[in-house]
């Protein structure tokens, strides 16, 4: 994770014009709720049993966890899983752009806030967490999200 922090005005601007590469960086406090993430029907509410499933993939509970968790209505083309918040984590982890400790660090709100913006690059895929097929990325016009908590957003 960069170590960059972004201000709500920044992210904004991000957003509207996106940067050459996907990049994660540290916010103050408070910008993810402030962000204009997208809403359902496009972002649905993890589920208590999806929430314990990311949990035991953190070796946390899921008190611990900063949510609620939303993610992008999804279901794997594959296998048939509906994806979670799990599938970007254990992608996220298993591709090398954020260690467990760190992740799990940031999704029970230890480590402050984070985003990850996508850049005109595509932004990064996401496997099943029970196949490994890739999942479709979401394209949306303007800003969007394929994931947030309290602590953490893809936008």
């Not at 899921?62 to 999804?74: C, Q, R």
């Not at 982890?93 to 402050?112: I, P, S």
């Not at 490994?132 to 999200?145: C, E, F, Q």
């Amino acid at each position: 994770m960069e170590q960059a922090q972004l201000t709500l005005d920044e992210v904004l601007e991000y957003v509207k014009n996106r940067p050459d590469t996907t990049r994660t960086y540290q916010v103050p406090q408070g910008v993810i709720a402030a962000l204009p993430l997208s809403e359902p029907p496009h972002m649905r509410l993890l589920g208590a049993s999806e929430v314990q499933e990311l949990a035991d993939y953190l070796d946390t509970s899921p008190s611990s966890l900063k949510g609620p968790f939303k993610v992008f209505d999804a279901t794997c083309s594959s296998c048939g899983r509906r994806i979670t918040f799990l599938d970007f984590a254990k992608t996220a982890v298993e591709r090398g752009m954020h260690a467990k400790e760190a992740l799990r660090d940031v999704l029970t709100g230890k480590n402050g806030e984070w985003i990850t913006i996508r850049g005109r690059d595509g932004g990064r895929p996401v496997a099943c967490a029970e196949c490994g097929h890739a999942v479709p990325r979401l394209k949306m016009n303007g800003s969007y999200s394929e994931y947030s908590s309290s602590s953490y957003a893809y936008a």
